[in-house]
Nanobody, 114 residues
Framework: QVQLVESGGGLVQAGGSLRLSCAAS????????MAWYRQAPGKGRDVVAR????????NYADFAKGRFTISRDNAKNMVYLQMNNLTPEATSIYYC???????WGQGTQVTVSS
């Protein structure tokens, strides 16, 4: 059973930055593609960014391109999401998960004030 624990969210002003972290337990992590997802109030859960199991391939949703960077450290079972130049539209709960997704963690709340 894999567990995912997200952290690093918070309240930030527009234009600010946050770095989200995800700690994964289990041996499956280092051989699995991973992603960050987000769910805004009243909306579905969308993929924000994806990273291949070795970290060599990444891709991003259009709103994240140029501002967000996904990375991973397989030795530490960690996935990260660096978010820069945040806008209020980024306000959501952010989750990390496998591709395709498995059980969800609790997520981490990101709130961007204008």
């Amino acid at each position: 059973q894999v567990q995912l624990v997200e952290s690093g969210g918070g309240l930030v002003q527009a234009g600010g930055s946050l770095r989200l972290s995800c700690a994964a337990s289990g041996r499956a992590f280092s051989s699995a593609d991973m992603a960050w997802y987000r769910q805004a109030p009243g909306k579905g859960r969308d993929v924000v960014a994806r990273i291949s199991w070795r970290g060599g391939i990444t891709n991003y949703a259009d709103f994240a391109k140029g501002r967000f960077t996904i990375s991973r450290d397989n030795a530490k079972n960690m996935v990260y999401l660096q978010m820069n130049n945040l806008t209020p539209e980024a306000t959501s709960i952010y989750y990390c998960n496998f591709l395709p997704f498995r059980s969800w963690g609790q997520g981490t709340q990101v709130t961007v004030s204008s």
